[in-house]
């Protein structure tokens, strides 16, 4: 098959071509105008200088340097402004709970946090008072368990990116503190009383979580009475410590027992109810709802079956010895014993010398 070009001589073509070529693109806008000229090409794959202002047609690296200097660059430059002025602080709230998780991990919930303090303390009462006590049964905690990852995605991350973008009043930037029972606990114990008005001044979106924090604070504290941990049980904080817990240093550990199929007092010291540390062992035992308070070690009435341990080390474990001075204090549900002290009877005199 012949070529196209056969019988050509490929270097007078290539002349013709580039003289062609030299008019359009250095004189060519004599023809169709100044204006025009960047209009028939601004795209062209050679050096047309557009400096020359009776240019036919633009080289692309023209266009491309003022798209990637006025476009993406400065599109670049304020999305490194918004990352630094917002996905950095983020990321630095989220690595810094992260760090402090990665050393206590969900022991935050039983030992650190001050509403579950309060919580605790408040059943205690209960339990002086004589108040009927109450426990949430396995069926219900099926259900009841995706109530704090609701919460988290709903209240903590949803709405108040709503607000940021517009779409949500801006009563809802921080809808979670406005319910969260702890805004009014923890300020009532400084004495201050702010945090029980009612916010009526704004939107009917504020005025409706203001409603719903004052009704959870109360029934909190009411419940708190009689029912172990009520508002840990749907806490977001419990959720986020949930995500990360088998990366953290402290951790749960059940060892298997022929004896746990009858037992199940480990369940009964649970103050949330969680049957898996009675029924599972392993890292199935160590599940999203506990809080490493540890109360499972202490009432487990035989030697090293559950751990709470720190890394490859056991910072505590069970002991039968430790459990039964345990039970001689307070029972596995948190009923305290009255300890009474036998007087001595008085000697008789009637034998004396």
């Known amino acids: 098959m012949k070529s196209i070009l056969s019988g050509l001589s490929l270097g007078r073509v290539r002349l013709s071509v580039q003289l062609l070529m030299l008019l359009l693109t250095?004189?060519?806008?004599?023809?169709v105008g100044y204006y025009a000229a960047e209009k028939i090409s601004t795209a062209l794959p050679a050096l047309s200088c557009a400096y020359d202002t009776q240019n036919g047609g633009y080289c692309a690296l023209v266009?491309?340097?003022h798209q990637l200097?006025?476009?993406?660059?400065a599109a670049l430059a304020r999305a490194q402004?918004?990352?630094?002025?917002?996905?950095?602080?983020?990321?630095?709230?989220?690595?810094s709970f992260?760090?402090?998780?990665?050393?206590l991990g969900k022991a935050f919930c039983a030992w650190v946090c001050p509403l579950g303090t309060v919580q605790e303390w408040l059943y205690r009462l209960g339990r002086k008072l004589g108040l009927a006590r109450r426990t949430v049964a396995p069926a219900r905690l099926r259900w009841l368990r995706p109530v704090k990852w609701l919460v988290l995605l709903g209240l903590v991350f949803a709405l108040p990116l709503a607000a940021g973008l517009g779409v949500a009043p801006h009563s809802a930037g921080n809808p979670y503190c406005d319910v969260c029972p702890s805004r009014i606990v923890t300020t009532l114990l400084t004495g201050q009383t702010d945090e029980l008005a009612l916010k009526v001044g704004g939107d009917a979106l504020g005025l409706t979580l203001s409603l719903i924090g004052n009704t959870v604070a109360g029934f909190v504290l009411l419940a708190s009475l009689a029912v172990r941990q009520p508002f840990c049980r749907v806490c977001p904080m419990l959720a986020m410590n949930a995500l990360a817990r088998h990366v953290s240093l402290l951790r749960l550990d059940k060892r298997e027992h022929s004896?746990?199929?009858?037992?199940?007092?480990c369940s009964r010291a649970c103050p949330m109810d969680i049957p898996e540390i009675h029924h599972q062992h392993g890292r199935r035992a160590f599940t999203e709802d506990c809080t490493l308070c540890g109360r499972c070690a202490e009432y487990c009435p035989d030697d090293q079956i559950i751990r709470v341990r720190v890394g490859p080390l056991a910072a505590f474990s069970s002991s039968r010895d430790y459990y039964k001075r345990q039970v001689k204090r307070?029972?596995?549900?948190?009923?305290?014993?009255?300890?009474r002290i036998a007087r001595a009877k008085p000697a008789d005199s009637s034998h004396g010398g």
């Open 26 to 31: 250095v004189w060519g806008a004599n023809l």
């Open 63 to 65: 266009p491309l340097q």
């Open 69 to 73: 200097d006025h476009q993406v660059g």
């Open 81 to 95: 402004q918004v990352a630094l002025q917002t996905f950095l602080p983020l990321l630095l709230t989220l690595g």
């Open 98 to 103: 992260l760090l402090a998780y990665l050393l």
């Open 259 to 265: 004896k746990c199929a009858q037992c199940g007092i």
């Open 330 to 339: 307070e029972t596995p549900d948190g009923e305290r014993k009255v300890i």
